[in-house]
């Protein structure tokens, strides 16, 4: 009993404790720091808080000009800095306001009350409150009835009719009890009077109207008289139970009175109960809406901590120039016009190294002894060797998966150390050019940037012959992918065949290589391995000179390119497919408008 007193006693202390701080929400001012921009950076103002709103002036003695700037606390976010003590952030999506109070202490109330009015503005406040009454009564008690509110009576509406039916069941019990009393009453008035004497001396007559005697009246009974025989009674008998009952009435008044006392004792109980479990109810929908508002925040907050780790630093803001996160290094600290300054001169230093024309090829062939040519001499017998590729039955070992118009697309089988490679090839075919054209403008380095439209920049490292030379690509970046480049030796062969009535052959291999002056730095490093092979077929014209019209190229294009990083060997075969035409076409169409004008180069 003692635990369930302690329960319903938890009233007025922890409740008024707990809501105290929402019932009063009065206007706070003062001076703090803003930051302004990168010029000025922090600057005294003077900041306001009232009714949810959160406005800001150049001075105290500026307020009647009005405010510099205003935000609704409804939906601010109030972000305590992690390092600076003293600092706080209030955003209202993209606006932020960069704040800085004098000390700790100062920043923790600014804090507490924006939060408070926060909750306030968002329903949860003071005004939205429930209405606190005074100390609760045990159920012991049962004294006095507290208030009960409109409100608490709706809530508590099945309730209440369950209270009133049993009020009208002790009003029942009371008329009852107030029967039996008047009866014990009449009982004691009989004895009192003496009719019960009467009633031994006519014992032996018959009477049989009752109207004959003289009964004892109360101020709650009817007339009424007392026969000598009633019910089979003789009256003497009845004379003795008058006198028993007549003798309790004092007893039952007393346990009549103590009956309506408690019954009402019950009644008030109960009724307190219902107030107390209604008030309970009410209190218990607020503690439970905030905790869900709450969780919501937690899950909104958790979501973006997840897309977005860590804060951006907004350029121009305090923590680009100051703190752990500082974006600013030593030299643009001091000076960030400056520093931007070097960095533009260094950005157009770097374009203007791009653009300068490496030194004319020396007029040898490579040399036996060098240590790439036994690799170059490898790698292009290769990919002659795949272009005339049979089986021993003669057949074909190149099947075709794609074909649209004089362009084919075709897949080999091919294992290495168990690993399955199937390499693809594109075949084409064009009108207008010859081989000789088509790998002469994909090697030449002074024109590949007039076609390749991916690349940043490239340049010659190292010429090696005056048909290999190595090269440098810089890829320009896709985002989000990290920027890509390439390190390749670029080699053009012309393929005299040995069979006089088939077409002579040129071959451009790229194929990716190391060179000392370019190491893996901050670029992925991109593998490759490409080819391009052409025979030019000629139709003799009837008479006259040969012209365009009479010329044809077969192109055969290989290109098994490694992006960097992993992928998926199904991925590369699949953007392979799909990027083979598209390439043979841009270049072979910027090739015939180049060519249209110059003598055909056989």
């Given at each position: 009993m003692s635990e369930e007193r302690d329960v319903l006693s938890f009233t007025d202390d922890e409740e008024?404790?707990?809501?105290?701080?929402?019932?009063?929400?009065?206007?706070?001012?003062?001076?703090?720091?803003?930051?302004?921009?990168?010029?000025?950076?922090?600057?005294?103002?003077?900041?306001?808080?009232?009714?949810?709103?959160?406005?800001?002036?150049?001075?105290?003695?500026?307020?009647?000009?009005?405010?510099?700037?205003?935000?609704?606390?409804?939906?601010?976010?109030?972000?305590?800095?992690?390092?600076?003590?003293?600092?706080?952030?209030?955003?209202?999506?993209?606006?932020?306001?960069?704040?800085?109070?004098?000390?700790?202490?100062?920043?923790?109330?600014?804090v507490r009350a924006i939060e408070l009015h926060k909750q306030t503005e968002s329903g949860y406040g003071s005004e939205n409150s429930l209405k606190r009454h005074g100390s609760l009564l045990s159920l012991t008690s049962g004294t006095s009835l507290s208030t009960a509110s409109a409100s608490s009576f709706k809530r508590g509406r099945g309730l209440r009719e369950k209270l009133a039916e049993m009020e009208t069941f002790r009003d029942i019990l009371c008329r009852q009890v107030d029967t039996l009393q008047s009866y014990f009453d009449?009982?004691?008035?009989?004895?009192?009077?003496?009719?019960?004497?009467?009633?031994?001396?006519?014992?032996?007559?018959?009477?049989d109207d009752i109207d004959d005697y003289d009964t004892p009246k109360t101020n709650s009974s009817t007339n009424s008289s007392h026969p000598s025989k009633i019910g089979g009674l003789k009256g003497r008998d009845l004379a003795s139970i008058l006198q028993q009952h007549g003798g309790h009435a004092p007893d039952f008044k007393g346990e009549a009175y103590t009956f309506k006392a408690t019954t009402a004792g019950i009644i008030a109980t109960l009724s307190h109960c219902i107030e107390i479990?209604?008030?309970?109810?009410?209190?218990?929908?607020?503690?439970?809406?905030?905790?869900?508002?709450?969780?919501?925040?937690?899950?909104?907050?958790?979501?973006?901590?997840?897309?977005?780790?860590?804060?951006?630093?907004?350029?121009?803001?305090?923590?680009?120039?100051?703190?752990?996160?500082?974006?600013?290094?030593?030299?643009?600290?001091?000076?960030?016009?400056?520093?931007?300054?070097?960095?533009?001169?260094?950005?157009?230093?770097?374009?203007?190294?791009?653009a300068v024309k490496p030194q004319p090829p020396p007029a040898i062939l490579?040399?036996?002894?060098?240590?790439?040519?036994?690799?170059?001499?490898?790698?292009?017998?290769?990919?002659?060797?795949?272009?005339?590729?049979k089986n021993d039955d003669g057949?074909?070992?190149?099947?075709?998966?794609?074909?649209?118009?004089?362009?084919?697309?075709?897949?080999?089988?091919?294992?290495?150390?168990?690993?399955?490679?199937?390499?693809?090839?594109?075949?084409?075919?064009?009108?207008?050019?010859?081989?000789?054209?088509?790998?002469?403008?994909?090697?030449?380095?002074?024109?590949?940037?007039?076609?390749?439209?991916?690349?940043?920049?490239?340049?010659?490292?190292?010429?090696?012959?005056?048909?290999?030379f190595i090269s440098h690509n810089?890829?320009?970046?896709?985002?989000?992918?990290?920027?890509?480049?390439?390190?390749?030796?670029?080699?053009?062969?012309?393929v005299i065949n040995e069979d006089e009535e088939e077409p002579d052959t040129w071959i451009v291999v790229n194929y990716s290589t190391d060179h000392p002056t370019v190491p893996v730095g901050k670029y992925v490093r991109v593998k490759m391995n490409v080819s391009m092979a052409c025979q030019t077929l000629?139709?003799?014209?009837?008479?006259?000179?040969?012209?365009?019209?009479?010329?044809?190229?077969?192109?055969?294009?290989?290109?098994?390119?490694?992006?960097?990083?992993?992928?998926?060997?199904?991925?590369?075969?699949?953007?392979?497919?799909?990027e083979y035409p598209k390439f043979l076409k841009r270049f072979t169409s910027y090739v015939k408008e180049v060519t249209a004008e110059k003598a055909i180069m056989l």
């Open positions: 008024n404790d707990e809501f105290e701080e929402e019932g009063h929400l009065l206007e706070k001012h003062g001076t703090l720091s803003k930051w302004t921009n990168y010029l000025h950076g922090w600057q005294d103002r003077y900041i306001v808080l009232k009714d949810g709103t959160f406005s800001y002036f150049k001075s105290v003695t500026e307020t009647a000009y009005g405010c510099r700037g205003a935000v609704s606390l409804n939906r601010a976010c109030v972000t305590p800095h992690p390092f600076d003590e003293c600092r706080f952030d209030v955003s209202v999506n993209d606006s932020v306001w960069y704040l800085r109070a004098k000390d700790i202490d100062e920043r923790q109330q600014w009449s009982c004691a008035s009989a004895v009192a009077e003496g009719t019960v004497y009467d009633l031994t001396e006519h014992e032996d007559d018959d009477i479990m209604s008030q309970r109810e009410d209190a218990w929908r607020k503690r439970l809406e905030r905790e869900v508002e709450k969780r919501k925040k937690v899950e909104e907050s958790y979501k973006t901590i997840l897309m977005d780790r860590q804060k951006p630093i907004v350029f121009g803001g305090p923590d680009y120039e100051e703190g752990p996160h500082c974006a600013i290094n030593e030299d643009e600290f001091f000076d960030a016009v400056d520093a931007a300054l070097d960095k533009l001169e260094k950005e157009e230093e770097r374009k203007h190294i791009a490579l040399s036996p002894n060098h240590s790439l040519y036994n690799e170059i001499n490898q790698i292009t017998a290769e990919h002659l060797k795949f272009l005339e590729d057949e074909d070992n190149w099947i075709m998966l794609h074909e649209e118009g004089e362009m084919k697309v075709y897949k080999r089988e091919l294992e290495e150390d168990g690993l399955v490679l199937d390499p693809l090839k594109a075949v084409h075919t064009v009108k207008g050019i010859t081989g000789h054209e088509i790998c002469h403008y994909f090697w030449d380095l002074n024109v590949r940037m007039d076609w390749e439209g991916t690349l940043e920049s490239s340049r010659c490292i190292e010429w090696l012959s005056e048909d290999t810089i890829i320009k970046r896709v985002w989000p992918a990290s920027q890509r480049d390439a390190v390749f030796w670029s080699h053009i062969r012309h000629i139709e003799p014209p009837d008479d006259g000179e040969i012209t365009r019209d009479n010329i044809t190229c077969k192109i055969s294009y290989t290109a098994n390119v490694n992006p960097g990083g992993w992928a998926p060997a199904s991925v590369l075969r699949a953007v392979y497919k799909r």
